[in-house]
Every structure is written in C-alpha cells, then in structure tokens.
C-alpha cells in the first residue's frame, strides 16, 4: 500500500508558500518526494504520479493501492495513470486526516525534525534540504513499527548492546545518526 499527501513550507526569504508532494510505502515506511512546486494543480500532480511509477519500474506491481485526500489536485487524470498501473486509489473520508495517519505522522515527523528548526530561504534550499534529510530517513533514522530499523539501511545494523555509540550531525546538527563504535 501506498499514501501520499502534500505539505507547504513558508520560505523566509521569497515569502513564498512551496508545496511538497510525498508518497509512502507503508509497510517499510520508505518515502519518495516526488516534487516541490509553488502551483500543486492537477496536470502538475499527474506528472508526479507518472514520475513515480517510472522510479518504481517491476516493483509498481507490488503495490495494490495508494490512499489518499479529496485535493483539488488529485484529479481523475492522476487516479488513471495510478490504475493504468493496477493501482487502486482509495479516498480517504472527508474531513478525516487519521484515516491517512502513516502520512501524516511523516508531515509531523518531517515538520519537528526539520522544516519547524530551520528557516527555509526559498525551494531550491527546501529540496536540497528535503533531499539530504530524506536520505537520513531512508536509510539511517530508526522506525518504531519495523523494529526500529531504517526502511532500506545502506549499512549493516547490529543487535543493541552496552557498547560506545558515536553521533553524527545530519543537517548540521539539526538531527543526529548514531551508530556503535568499533570495540
């Protein structure tokens, strides 16, 4: 199963509102930010679906749905590419966030972890600054529901014991990745 959702970031030095559009894969909790615009319409929003399905390539076919919201820019253009795929689009109820929670918990997670702690300047900084902490999420943040695994680790992860553990800063410091050290 897929989610997706949007959420918009201020940018302090353009003023300007930048929409982030996200897809969740929501059994390992990977995510895929699909683009940041400062005008979501629907022909946009299409596009993105197409562009993540190119990504997915073989492995579109071992997702069965993608739930989302009632947005104006989910149009039926983009719940026809998703079903062109063998995807089903579920709509979530009116007025009814939780009914899309693993979504939104990443809106809440990525807005503390990062968009709340740093001023962004304009949407090239948000999307490198996405991109890297995307990155972290990805492959080196802990999830609770996964046993406290990444959902695609790009190193080896060890059992926790009583060893040292070394901090490193993501994002200067905003977030950290910790590891254990070598005994």
Same mark, same amino acid.
């Given at each position: 199963?897929?989610?997706?959702?949007f959420?918009?970031?201020?940018?302090?030095l353009?003023?300007?509102?930048?929409y982030?559009?996200?897809?969740?894969?929501?059994?390992?909790?990977?995510?895929?930010?699909?683009?940041t615009t400062?005008n979501?319409?629907?022909?946009w929003?299409t +596009? +993105?679906?197409?562009?993540?399905?190119?990504?997915?390539?073989?492995?579109?076919?071992?997702?069965?749905f993608?739930?989302?919201?009632r947005?104006?820019q989910?149009?039926?253009?983009?719940?026809?590419?998703?079903?062109d795929?063998g995807?089903?689009?579920?709509k979530?109820?009116?007025?009814c966030?939780?009914?899309?929670?693993?979504?939104?918990?990443?809106v809440?997670?990525?807005?503390?972890?990062?968009?709340d702690?740093?001023?962004?300047?304009n949407?090239?900084?948000l999307r490198?600054v996405?991109?890297?902490?995307?990155?972290?999420?990805?492959?080196?943040r802990?999830? +609770?529901a996964p +046993?406290l695994? @990444?959902?695609r680790?790009?190193h080896?992860t060890?059992?926790p014991?009583r060893t040292?553990i070394?901090?490193? @800063?993501?994002?200067?410091?905003l977030?950290?990745?910790?590891? @254990?050290?070598?005994?």
């Amino acid at each position: 199963m897929l989610a997706c959702d949007f959420f918009h970031v201020d940018c302090a030095l353009t003023l300007k509102r930048v929409y982030v559009f996200f897809v969740m894969e929501v059994a390992t909790r990977y995510v895929h930010i699909l683009g940041t615009t400062t005008n979501p319409d629907g022909p946009w929003t299409t +596009q +993105q679906a197409r562009n993540l399905l190119m990504d997915l390539r073989d492995r579109a076919d071992d997702f069965r749905f993608l739930v989302r919201d009632r947005a104006g820019q989910f149009t039926t253009s983009f719940d026809a590419v998703l079903a062109d795929a063998g995807i089903e689009v579920v709509k979530i109820p009116p007025r009814c966030p939780r009914a899309n929670a693993h979504a939104e918990r990443f809106v809440g997670t990525v807005r503390r972890e990062v968009t709340d702690r740093l001023p962004i300047l304009n949407e090239h900084h948000l999307r490198s600054v996405l991109d890297r902490y995307v990155t972290h999420y990805n492959h080196r943040r802990p999830h +609770q529901a996964p +046993q406290l695994t @990444p959902p695609r680790p790009d190193h080896p992860t060890t059992e926790p014991n009583r060893t040292s553990i070394r901090r490193r @800063p993501v994002l200067g410091g905003l977030t950290n990745e910790h590891e @254990p050290t070598a005994a």
